[in-house]
Every structure is written in C-alpha cells, then in structure tokens.
C-alpha cells in the first residue's frame, strides 16, 4: 500500500520544509522506492504565476506548464523525478474545484461545506499523486487559519489509512539566544501543542537549529510533546543544502521512517550526493557572477537560477560568489558592480520597472567582451540592445514597455503575424502564453550546437512576448544571430548569439528550471568553464 509522509512547520515561516522534504526524498530514493511530492499551499490564489516575486519567490514551471510554487524545484534538484501539475495544490485550485463541481450537481443537493467537501478534495489531490512513498508538504505555519482546511484533511487520511501508512514530520525552529547562551525549546513546545490541539500527533520533530541539539534539549523537547527521543532530529544550518540528505541519513532517519512502515531495512546509496559535497568542500577556481535584476534583495527571486549556476561551478571544481546587481542604479555604477565580476547573467521577469538598467547592462558586456547569458526576458533585451546601438534603431523597443513604439522588435504574436501564421502560433501559446517543455532545433554552425552536442533540444518556457521576425535579416547583418528555433515555426527564435563577442548567447526559454547538482544544464556548465578558462 501506497505511504505518505506529512510535513508541517511551526514557530516561523521559512523554514525550509521544501529542502527537508526533497532530501528525505532523496533518502527514500537512494534505497530504491519510487518517491514522489505534492506540495499544498493555503493561499487562495490558483497558483504563483501572477503573484510579486517580492510576495513568493520564482515561480516554477514544470514540463505540462504549470506554473507553481518553487519547493518543486526542491524536489526535482534532489530527486530523479518531473513534477507535473498534480504536484502543487492551492486553496484556490481546490475551492475552484469543489465549486465546479457543486454548480454541476455533484453534491446532489447536499450543502457543501468545508468538512467533509474540501477536506475530500484536498485528499483526492494527495491520493492523485503516484509513487511507493508520497511526501506532502504543507506550507505555511501551523496556528495559520487558512492552513486548517489541509490540517483536517491529512488528520482524516491517518483515520482512513492507519499509523503504518502515514507519518507525521513536524519541522520547527529551536532559537539560539545568543545574549544568554541558551538554546531554547519552548517555541517547539508551544507549536507541536498547536498541532495536537487540531488532532495531529507527530511522529517526528526536525529542529532548525545553529547548534545541534544536546541530549539533554531532547529529553525536554521529548518530555512536551510526546514524541519519543530517537524521533527528535537536529538539522544545524550548513553552508550547502545538498549536505541535509547526508546530515539526516546520520541521524538514521531512514531506519526510523521504514520501521514506522514496517518496511524492510535498505541500504541507501547517496553516493552521488557525496561526491558533489567533495567537490564543493575542495575548489580550485574562484568566480563571480553578476545577475543583474530588479528584485536584487530578494534571492528567492532568482533562486533556480543561482541553483544552476552553483550546480555549474562545483561540477567545474570553482567557488562562485553570486553578486546580485540592482538593475535601477545608474550606468556609472553599474560599470563600477561589473569591475568585480567575470560574467553576467539577465534573467527573465515581467514589467517595465528595470528595463532600461538591464539593456545598459547587456551594451556595456557586449562593448567590453564580457561573457553574458541573457534568460528569456534578458533575450529579448539583447536583442533591443543590439538594434538600438549597433542597427541603430534608436525607437527599438518591446511593446510590453511601450505599445506606440515605431519599431516593435519583441511583440506578442497578435502584433506581428498574419492569420496563417496565428494559427500556428496558438499551437504553441496556450491563452497567448508559451508554457512549459518545448523541442528547439538548433543551427549546426553555432556555439549553442557545440555547447548541447545536439541539434534537437527539450527546454521549457514562460513568456508571452517575441522576437518579430520582421527583424532578422537587420540585427544578423550587425552580427547577433538567431540559431535556435521552434522546428515548426522558424520565426519563432528561440536563441541568438553574437558572433564576434567571446560569450554572448541569449535564450528565450529557462535553462534553470533543467538543471540539477548531479546533471548540471549544459549552457552553465559551458558558461563556468569558459570564465575559468580566461582567469
């Protein structure tokens, strides 16, 4: 019978419930089940694609183009398996859900309420999802209101399944008062009390924690919250979340979760995870990178991408420091952030705010040969840059910045293409959006070519606007080259490179959303071995 592993947090938000999640998964993994997630978030929102990243962090978009919360590129970076759209519920999917079906008769009349109605719905969409072992990971806090309806849900499921199918995981924090000296175990005590107050009884308490737990602190926190000592696990901070797996394997988190589950003792093989931690722990090379943007204080914004240029590195045996540079500051101090970095990167984003900052960026990398990576919205304004200053299309512009501009370079597809050509594009924009995994050829004669080895790629997407064809033969006469492309619609470019600038490439999809410790995406890898090569 399928088992599921339920994981909370207390005390505070951010706790990283998705890294202790991904890594107990990758425990489960490594001793040959099949392991598998769903994420269920209380906002009422049907999922993060139109919220602030200052409000969420990056929005994660999976190969079926959903678009969701980025914990699911926790699971994918520390787990061989793709998430998909059953992997993230929102209260807002699950109330839409339960109102589709009451206005269709489903209920037969009855009055729908949030018990049992909702609290159904939410275990349908737990039960939906596959695998020997399924992790659910509840976010937010216990003690939130909107986290009930799921708390209720996952207490019944216990009563449906029994103790040897379910089990509870409480993540919490133990602060360290550093005036005192003290580690203190009342805010787990008050939170696990929280948590039984509604009728969940954890199995397992992981304490967040600059110290790891003395024995003494588990026998206290033990003796509050009725959880047996062995079940009460210190995860310290580290200085690289791949470690966690490691740090509770230690612990024997393994031999406590399959005991629960009457299944059999495994041997778990984390092998590979050791070898990237010896990679990590001995550099040889010493980088930085600039990725320059708008929610520059706010790293969760980019945090796919910095995953992927980390993934990059340690594969290159190089410590990379990620400089986040405020695209709003001016052009003289942008040209002062850029002295102390070896590349940039422009990542994607939606809205004006930043813009002319990033294409200031993108002129001073290609004027003085800096190597640069330009991500979806960063290609679209390589390509701006370039006609601007190199074609000299002074009005070159997007129409998402200005709809009256006399030279609509990037466009969505309704202001360039003829009826014929709508037609096919609607193939590829689902509600005028490109979403999720998509085929790109790649011209033979070009670096991209020689970075994938391949000339058919698989990446996925998220944008809405393009570049408008209407503008090739200009901006190739200048020398930036469009060489990847949608296989059945070549004037959908899909990636430009400059061909006299050392490193300069621009896509339109997302590499990060690919990229994994163990496989890191090739346009990185080739990025990093390129800046070392020219220390």
Known sequence: MKKFIFVTGGVVSSLGKGIASASIGSIIEGSGLDVNFIKLDPYLNMDPGTMNPFEHGEVYVTDDGNETDLDLGHYERYVNVRMSKKNNMTSGKIFNNVLKKERKGGYLGQTVQIIPHLTDEIQASVQAVEGDVVIVEIGGTVGDIESLPFLEAIRQMRLKLGVDNTFFIHLTLVPYIASSQEIKTKPTQHSVKELRSIGIQPDMIICRCTHALSESQKDKIALFTNVSKQHILSLKDVNCVYKVPNLLLDQSINQLIFNHFNISEKVIDLSSWQEYIDRFESPKHNLKIGIVGKYSSYVDAYKSLAEALQHASVQNETKLDIIYIDSEQSEADLKTSFKTVNGLII?????ERGIEGKIQAIRIARENNIPILGICLGMQLMVIEFLRNVSLLKDANSTEFNKKTNHPVIATIDEWASADQKVQFEKVFDGKMQLGLAEISLEQDSKVY???????????????????????????????????????????????????????IGCQFHPEFLSTPRQPHPLFNNLIKHLIKHL
Request: net charge negative; aromatic share 16%; hydrophobic share 25%.
């Open 450 to 504: 020689d970075i994938y080895e391949s000339n058919t790629i698989h990446e996925r997407h998220r944008h809405r606007y393009g570049f408008n064809p209407n503008y090739f033969d200009i901006i190739e006469e200048g020398g930036l080259k469009p060489v990847g492309y949608n296989p059945n619609l070549k004037s959908l470019v899909e990636v430009v490179e400059h061909t006299s600038h050392p490193w300069f």
């Open 347 to 351: 990542p994607g984003g939606f809205g």
